[in-house]
């Protein structure tokens, strides 16, 4: 079980709030680090991966012109993922996740960039990363960085 993980689920419990989540190349590994804590479903919402990036627009509500201009990864596609995943599963804290884990370039972008959004009722953070390594340690820094942002936003 991953320690952060289980201190967002802890935070979470004790504040009586709710999280959800919004993944693009995380593709669920984000969303399943807080399923395996247990006590979870009291505080998760939901989490959902939208891959494509017209999902992004069409269920995230993420500006179409946006991605159109600067493409999916890019810190404000992020934070209106986030932004969208709460709206859309009524949370009170949301995550999300975008960018390139590779191996090679995507949309203009190097591998191991990505952007990490989280949103909190007073509080929003957009945390930019340049990573390097293969794409399942791109993916693994991502979701740890999330749980973190998200710790941080819970406890400020």
Do not use: F, W
């Amino acid at each position: 079980m991953n320690p952060a993980a289980t201190r967002v689920v802890a935070d979470l419990s004790a504040r009586g709030g709710s999280l959800a989540v919004a993944e693009s190349l995380t593709g669920g590994s984000l969303t399943a680090a807080l399923v395996a804590v247990p006590g979870a479903s009291a505080v998760l919402r939901g989490g959902l991966v939208a891959y494509a990036t017209d999902l992004k627009s069409g269920l995230l509500d993420v500006d179409a012109d946006l991605l159109a201009r600067c493409g999916p990864v890019h810190p404000e596609v992020a934070r209106q993922m986030a932004a969208g995943a709460g709206r859309l599963l009524g949370s009170d804290y949301a995550l999300a996740t975008t960018g390139v884990a590779g191996p090679g370039p995507a949309d203009g972008r190097p591998a191991g960039t990505a952007y990490v959004a989280a949103l909190g009722p007073d509080r929003t953070a957009v945390r930019p990363l340049r990573l390097a390594g293969t794409r399942p340690h791109i993916r693994a820094a991502v979701v740890a960085v999330a749980l973190a942002l998200v710790g941080d936003v819970l406890l400020t």
